[in-house]
């Protein structure tokens, strides 16, 4: 059976049988055409995939887009606070020069040069503040010990205390420059591996292909959906045409069995008549009757029965009219045959 398969609408699919496409149009309209798929209500599910599809790889998207923007705010972040730790060393640094030009500004004030006693001692007294810290590695000898502890036993001079106070606050400031400088720099390694890592991940580029991936293969599932959908229903209805096939064929094979059954009987019945006719003929001519013996009944009969057998398109009487027509004949060959023997006995007597 010759099929064809074609589209209407961009929604739906036919399947046509080209052998019922050739009947009338009421068949066509009924039988011919199988609808395999009106998919309005089927729209709504694809379209409901496709937007679910579509929001996976959106938020794949917009969450790879929001933690770059993390990311970038973070670097942002470190790039400020790296300024500012800039800036403050600076600062620091500029206090660092100005107690050193305090600390020159104060030898002149007390007339004191490096040669003289008083800053020897200086030197001495801020030899022993360093090696007060462990970490320092300077010791003190014997004589320099005995030394300071006169200087403390007779008290330090105001030229002493002065240039130790400069000497504490350069210390601090000098300290605060150098920390933030090391924070400045810890900055600038953290945002170098932040933009080493990007560049090995390249997360964005990642998210992308992953979001057209799962586009592609819902845009696939959703196809096949809809084929799949689409050959059901076609092999639905095309079992329910070779069911009706059969059962026509069924039915056809049943009438062509009656009719044979009838034709057989239609035969036999004749073979019956033409016996009965002989017989008919064979009783009459041995009688010595000079007249012959006609019947109106046998030609009429004769005549039905030439219309049953040859299938007189203008005499088609039920199957229950053409056994009792056979019988009448039967029925009136016999009453014939039994006249003919009564002529007989007539004619011998």
Known sequence: MAISVFSANNNSLFVTNENAARNSQKTKNTEGNIFAGNFNMQENTIEIKRKLAQKRAMKILTDTFASDQKIDSSVDGLRAQQEQ?????????????????????????????????????????????????????????????EKLAALHENGLTDYQKDMLELDGREDIYRQRAAQKETASKAISGAIADIGIERLKHHEMVDSSKQADEIMEQANKELIGSLYDEARDHIDEKMEE?????????????????????????????????????????????????????????????????????????????????IDRELAKILEELKLLEEDIKGSKVDVNI
């Open 85 to 145: 730790l800039k800036k403050e060393a600076l600062e620091d640094k500029k206090v660092v020069k100005e107690v050193q030009e305090q600390r020159t500004q104060l030898m002149e004030d007390y007339n004191i040069t490096e040669n003289s006693k008083e800053h020897k001692d200086l030197e001495l007294l801020r030899k022993e503040r360093d090696a007060s810290n462990p970490l320092s590695g300077i010791e003190l000898t014997d004589s320099e010990k």
């Open 241 to 321: 045409v070779q069911e009706k096939a059969e059962e026509k064929a069924e039915k056809q094979k049943e009438e062509d069995e009656k009719k044979a059954e009838r034709k057989k009987e239609q035969l036999e019945l004749e073979k019956q008549i033409e016996e009965a006719k002989k017989n008919s003929e064979q009783t009459a001519s041995a009688s010595q009757q000079d007249e012959p013996v006609t019947s109106p009944v046998v030609t009429r009969d004769t005549a039905d029965v030439q219309n049953i057998v040859s299938g007189n398109p203008d005499s088609t009487p039920s199957e229950e009219k």
